[in-house]
């Protein structure tokens, strides 16, 4: 017997399946509309998306990252409500996206220490003549990606700081912006003969944006500077005796890059630290070393 092809529901039966109380049509209706959610007809993604709205934390998540390209007008009301009622993070993105800029200026302080937010309101206004770039409050990439879009005056220095400061970020233990900082090592005979600005994404991406500012003084010190880290690499002995050993690439590149975030770290100009952040080198960081030191603790017995 052939089988039976299942069809489509209609769509206003799933959302009002959605907005009941029984748990499991309610779970089987919220299935089907997020799988068919991108190929409904507009009218029907804002009934979704006002009745994701009006559920559950996970389903306004959901919906969050949505309004964000799926806006109306009509959504104001209920993301203001949400956004005064639980202060959510992801409520906070449509809201600095698409709010009017009368209430985002009234709250930019509470909105600008959410994540990213500055950075896309510095995108929607950075423009206006009422409006000022606070360039500290925003992360060296961004930064970088805002002078470029904006038209930010942007110095010699900045732009240095700027690169080394993701280079920095790179060597901390802790991520910067992405899940993935190092790129995996360049494999082949040698298994890894130059370190270069894609070996971390985002440094590459900067650079990238440096370029287009036609910032060529930048570029050449910068790229310079790298050349300077693969020399003073070729020659450190535990990168040499690591390139001796015979292993599967994983676990080469598990072994490499604690290498060279030693020695990218070792050779950034004093002048362009952070100093922000405690950077892990070699299992210990400088404010670790200062209370082991002041309470006289061994390492495995900290007060806290």
């Known amino acids: ?36 959610f991108e190929f409904l007809d507009y009218n029907q993604q804002i009934k979704i998306l006002l009745a994701h709205l009006d559920s559950i934390s996970n389903d ?7 309004l964000i390209d799926y806006w109306e007008p009509c959504f104001i009301a209920p993301v203001l409500k949400l956004w ?30 959410i994540q990213r ?28 990606r805002a002078a470029y879009y904006l038209g930010l005056p942007f110095s010699y220095d900045e732009g ?5 400061s993701i280079i920095e970020h790179a060597c901390n233990k802790g991520n910067y912006l992405f899940d993935e900082i190092f790129v ?18 985002i440094l590459e991406y900067a650079h990238y944006y440096i370029s287009k500012m036609e910032m060529t003084s930048v570029i050449k010190d910068i790229d310079a500077w790298i050349n300077k880290v693969n020399e003073v690499l070729k020659t ?17 590149n598990d072994c490499a890059e604690p290498i060279v975030k030693r020695i990218l770290y070792q050779l950034i100009p004093d002048n362009y630290r952070t ?30």
Request: glycine letters at 2%; charged letters at 35%.
């Open 160 to 164: 240095m700081k700027c690169l080394f």
């Open 84 to 113: 005064e009622t639980h202060h959510e993070i992801r409520c906070s993105w449509p809201l600095v996206r698409h709010f009017p800029k009368e209430y985002i200026i009234e709250h930019l302080d509470e909105l600008s220490s």
């Open 60 to 66: 306004r998540q959901w919906a969050y990252t949505r």
């Open 236 to 252: 450190d002995a535990e990168w040499i005796e690591l390139n001796q050993k015979v292993m599967s690439d994983r676990n080469f």
């Open 1 to 36: 017997m052939k089988k039976r092809t299942e069809r489509n529901r209609p769509v206003a039966t799933l959302i009002k399946e959605f907005s009941g109380h029984d748990r499991q049509k309610k779970a089987e209706a919220r299935k089907e509309l997020h799988r068919r």
């Open 275 to 304: 100093k922000a952040y405690e950077y892990m080198i070699n299992g210990k960081s400088d404010a670790l070393d200062a209370l082991i030191d002041t309470f006289d603790l061994k390492p495995d017995d900290m007060p806290f």
């Open 184 to 201: 995996y090592f360049s494999c082949g005979s040698d298994r890894f003969t130059v370190f270069s600005k894609k070996n971390i994404a």
């Open 117 to 144: 937010n500055y950075y896309y309101i510095c995108l929607r206004f950075g423009r206006d003549e009422d409006f000022t770039v606070d360039k500290t409050r925003l992360e060296p990439y961004d930064l970088v």
